[in-house]
Nanobody, 124 residues
């Protein structure tokens, strides 16, 4: 297991930007595919983006394509989510997660380690 801690959430106006970061513990970060999920009040946790072990591949949910960018730095054990052109419907708690699978998993059950979440609120 890996310990994950998110940061960077906050309140932003529609059209603005935020950058979320997730710091991972341990020496095996490079062996995990990483993902970001979000959960709005009263809704299921949904997939947002994932990145493969070596950053060669990324995958996004359609609603964030062209606005969000996932990246990672294996030397620093971090994964980030740059969010631009934010919309009120992006409001949610955002979670980073680790998966031992290859590629870019996008299903919640395929991730075994989760952070505690960071809140993003986008005002209209």
């Amino acid at each position: 297991q890996v310990q994950l801690v998110e940061s960077g959430g906050g309140l932003v106006q529609a059209g603005g930007s935020l950058r979320l970061s997730c710091a991972a513990s341990g020496r095996t970060f490079y062996t995990y595919a990483m993902g970001w999920f979000r959960q709005a009040p009263g809704k299921e946790r949904e997939f947002v983006a994932s990145i493969s072990r070596n950053s060669a591949n990324t995958y996004y949910v359609d609603s964030v394509k062209g606005r969000f960018t996932i990246s990672r730095d294996n030397a620093k054990n971090t994964v980030s989510l740059q969010m631009n052109s934010l919309k009120p419907e992006d409001t949610a708690a955002y979670y980073c997660a680790a998966s031992s699978l290859l590629g870019t998993p996008a299903v919640r059950s395929l991730f075994h380690s989760w952070g505690q979440g960071t809140q993003v609120t986008v005002s209209s």
